[in-house]
């Protein structure tokens, strides 16, 4: 049984930073990808950034140059660090590990706000 448990979510001023942290827990082998989408109220999930086991990332145009994910696959564990951050980052932020073929599991979410 694969389990998420996110961490560093929070209210923050706009242009401040955050780090989120996610770490997988259970039967995880074998190649993935890991990753933070995020939804705001009354929008559809949207991937925030990812990075695959083997090193590749990615991100959303919207959050480009300001934030940065990485991941410890010793620890199966992703971060996302959040600069410059912008009213417009305010969702519940989602840990997503996708093992492919083997399935993708989801986080239980974590607030990020961000005032003006």
């Known amino acids: 049984h694969v389990q998420l448990v996110e961490s560093g979510g929070g209210l923050v001023q706009a242009g401040g930073s955050l780090r989120l942290s996610c770490a997988a827990s259970g039967r995880i082998s074998g190649s993935n990808t890991m990753g933070w989408y995020r939804q705001a109220p009354g929008k559809q999930r949207e991937l925030v950034a990812a990075?695959?086991?083997?090193?590749?990332?990615y991100y959303g145009d919207s959050v480009k140059g300001r934030f940065t994910i990485s991941r410890d696959n010793a620890k199966n564990t992703v971060y996302l660090q959040m600069s410059g951050l912008k009213t417009e980052d305010t969702a519940v932020y989602y840990c997503n590990l996708d093992r492919y073929i083997l399935g993708s599991h989801w986080g239980q979410g974590t607030q990020v706000t961000v005032s003006s």
């Open positions: 990075a695959t086991s083997g090193g590749t990332t």
